[in-house]
């Protein structure tokens, strides 16, 4: 079936204009989780949700970072004011449920904050 | 700070050589993953050990994880030209702390 599908692909944006990424999981899976990959931090965690809830935020890296998940299914990242220090790959991913399940990545959205 | 380190940072081989790439972490684990990306994109997830689990197969790749030292190793052997890209393990937090930490990767070039 199909595997996750992000968009945009690429993106390129103002230092200060908000920016919003989407991600659609593998239908049928409970759990979704967002990520980032730059150079100088590798790949780290953002945010997951279980259904539409996000039980853990510990990884957003500034108030102006949120996400949401509606209908268990889709998933929005907004980036608000961006700053060229957020310009990196965001990745989502998702998972039949928590616990021991395999991730399954989408292909990415690149982000270029100018 | 990265849970999962893996080293060599850098692996260059033969094509029909093996490669073995080793992962470290620090804290306990419910499972470990490995993932493949070419070219800075698209995340391929190639194999789950769990921590009960001490070696597992698929294909031409090979993990294993010893958890009382808190490593694992990945396996490729006959390695191809299409192998060619960066290797990451990921490691979950243990317990019901489910986010994957991944290390900063070893970058495989396979050589025709």
């Known amino acids: 079936g199909a595997g996750v599908s992000q968009s945009p692909s690429n993106k390129v944006t103002e230092k200060g204009k908000d920016v919003e990424l989407r991600c659609d999981p593998i239908?049928?899976?409970?759990?979704l989780y967002w990520y980032r990959q730059s150079l100088g931090q590798g790949l780290e965690f953002l945010i997951y949700?279980?259904?539409?809830?996000?039980p853990d935020k510990s990884g957003l890296p500034s108030d102006r970072f949120s996400a949401e998940r509606t209908g268990g299914s889709v998933s929005t990242l907004t980036i608000q004011r961006t700053q060229q220090e957020d310009s990196a790959v965001y990745l989502c991913?998702?998972?039949w449920g928590l616990g021991t399940e395999t991730q399954y990545f989408g292909p990415g959205t690149r982000l270029l904050v100018l | 700070s990265q849970q999962g380190e893996e080293d060599p940072q850098a692996l260059s081989i033969q094509e029909g050589e093996n490669a073995t790439m080793n992962c470290s972490y620090k804290?306990?684990?419910?499972?470990l993953q490995w993932y493949r990306q070419n070219s800075g994109r698209g995340l391929v997830h190639l194999i789950l050990?769990?921590?009960?689990?001490r070696e597992k197969h698929s294909g031409r790749l090979r993990v294993t994880l010893d958890t009382s030292k808190k490593s694992s190793s990945l396996l490729i052997t006959a390695s191809r030209a299409a192998d060619t890209a960066s290797y990451f393990c990921?490691?979950?937090?243990?317990?019901?702390?489910?986010?994957?930490?991944f290390g900063k990767g070893t970058l495989l070039t396979v050589n025709p």
């Open positions: 990921a490691t979950d937090g243990g317990g019901s702390n489910y986010k994957l930490t």
């Open positions: 991913a998702s998972s």
């Open positions: 050990i769990r921590s009960n689990e």
């Open positions: 804290t306990s684990i419910n499972n």
């Open positions: 949700f279980q259904g539409n809830s996000a």
């Open positions: 239908s049928g899976h409970t759990a």
